[in-house]
């Protein structure tokens, strides 16, 4: 069974907002404030009981006193990050509320279209019945399109004697004899020649069979023209009847209001052009705030930056491994303890900071394919699948795609798919897909294919064409 477009378009929109829940979650904290807050006491801790052991001429006091200075510093840059990052997620809150709320106006105008499209096509249907009942218009269709099937068959032997005369007239104009002649008027009352050259030109003539020559070299020079000329007077009778029909067809539309039903269509189909133009805008303040947000998370973020900084100044006075190998210097155990607990604590910190790092790519892979998804629906909507009248074959799983989905490639394969999976509906008006065809010039083409029976309905159908496209033509100029 077919899946309605609303369908896909409600579940490409949840799996967005699933993504971007994803995105969130990803980014929150790995340890409480508690939890980094004792790591960094224990660490403390033992560096402060290193120093008394190493320096017991320093009171605990003065130890003690130089870390608050190093935890202010820290939790000054804590505090400006999470400031920042709680102004960027009350943007994105604002952001996604009005992307949300566009996402609804869109899914209301696309409930009207389709509601305006329906009756419409009603209306539509009722004037083409009432067309094709009409004596005089069924009269009028059988005219154009025995009309178009003879401008057909003109056009197509005019296209003949082209290619004939593109073929065989170069021959002519590079035949120095021929040309010799011609240029004589020989065989006409303008050749005024007498005696050797008279004689001496027949001879010519004879040799090169100049009169069949001049014949052929006539019809290919002056049929084309003349047959264009008979044409051009023929789409202009051409043009007489179906100007005909189409006032037949302006009073049934216009008393039947099918005009100010093509209108409604369009007003709301302006409305919704402009909500996509929001819903974009929308889209893009929301990308650019999580980008955002990244970047402050990011090792390489400005508040990351700030905080290694603070800590390098630390650790240049607190090395590890130089403890280490002073402790195994001394034959107490006491200072091989306390650096043991420090390694301990430091491979902690390593493992957190792996953490972060897997964290990060893992916020980097969500966004890509996020922003990726962003696109695949902007590109669903700007083809208008996301209508009522769009199909999709009933084995397209939208939501086990992108579940499987893995990298920015398979979101532009699963885009194709759903593209080849993509029918219009039975009901739909073909050529409101076309935006070079009017539905009214539709509605004539259909009542004339109908009116003008079975044998000339495509020579009718075809008519109506010829003339939309002259009058687009006569329009450009």
């Given amino acids: 069974m077919p899946i309605s477009g609303p369908v896909v378009h409600r579940q490409l929109i949840d799996a967005y907002n699933n993504a971007q829940a994803r995105l969130e979650q990803a980014r929150g904290p790995m340890l409480s404030n508690d939890d980094r807050e004792n790591l960094q006491d224990r660490r403390g801790e033992a560096l402060v009981k290193l120093a008394e052991h190493y320096l017991p001429q320093l009171s605990r006091e003065a130890i003690l006193s130089t870390w608050p200075d190093v935890r202010s510093q820290l939790a000054h840059v804590l505090r400006r990050k999470e400031s920042h990052s709680l102004d960027l997620h009350n943007q994105l809150d604002e952001a996604n509320q009005r992307r949300h709320q566009f996402e609804a106006e869109l899914i209301s105008l696309n409930n009207d279209r389709d509601r305006a499209l329906d009756k419409m096509q009603e209306v539509a249907d009722d004037v083409e019945v009432e067309l094709q009942k009409d004596p005089d218009f069924v009269k009028l269709a059988d005219r154009a399109a025995l009309a178009e099937a003879a401008l057909e068959r003109a056009e197509g032997n005019l296209q003949e004697v082209d290619q004939d005369a593109a073929r065989k007239l170069p021959a002519f104009e590079k035949s120095d004899l021929f040309q010799y002649l011609r240029r004589r008027n020989f065989g006409t009352s303008h050749y005024s020649n007498r005696g050797v050259t008279r004689r001496i030109d027949r001879w010519l003539a004879r040799y ?43 009073r049934v539309a216009g008393r039947l209001k099918l005009p100010e039903m093509i209108s409604a269509v369009k007003e709301i189909e302006l409305h919704r052009d402009a909500n996509l133009k929001k819903l974009e805008r929308a889209g893009e303040t929301t990308r650019g705030i999580e980008s955002e947000l990244v970047e402050i998370e990011s090792p390489t973020g400005p508040y990351y930056k700030d905080a290694i900084q603070v800590f390098r100044q630390m650790l240049e006075k607190m090395d590890t491994s130089e403890l280490d190998r ?75 795609l992108l579940y499987q989905a893995e990298d920015e490639e398979d979101v532009e394969e699963i885009w194709e798919t759903i593209r080849s999976a993509q029918r219009w509906g039975p009901t739909t008006i073909d050529t409101l897909k076309n935006v070079a065809t009017h539905p009214m010039t539709q509605v004539l083409l259909n009542a004339m294919a109908h009116a003008a029976g079975s044998a000339l309905a495509s020579h009718a159908r075809r008519a109506g064409d010829r003339h939309q496209s002259s009058w687009n033509h006569r329009r450009r100029r």
Avoid: C, W
């Fill in 208 to 250: 090169i069979n100049f009169r069949e020559a001049k014949q052929s070299y006539d019809f290919l020079k002056k049929t084309p023209e003349q047959m264009r000329e008979i044409i051009a007077q023929d789409r202009e009778a051409f043009d007489v009847v179906m100007e005909e029909l189409e006032k037949h067809r302006d």
């Fill in 326 to 400: 002073r402790a195994r210097e001394t034959p107490d155990l006491t200072d091989d303890q306390i650096v043991a607990r420090l390694a301990g604590v430091d491979a902690e910190f390593d493992k957190l900071k792996k953490a972060a790092k897997q964290r990060q790519r893992t916020i980097a892979h969500t966004k890509a394919m996020m922003d990726e998804l962003g696109k695949l629906i902007g590109r669903f909507r700007a083809l208008e699948f996301d209508s009522s009248r769009s199909q999709f074959v009933g084995t397209l799983n939208v939501t086990e």
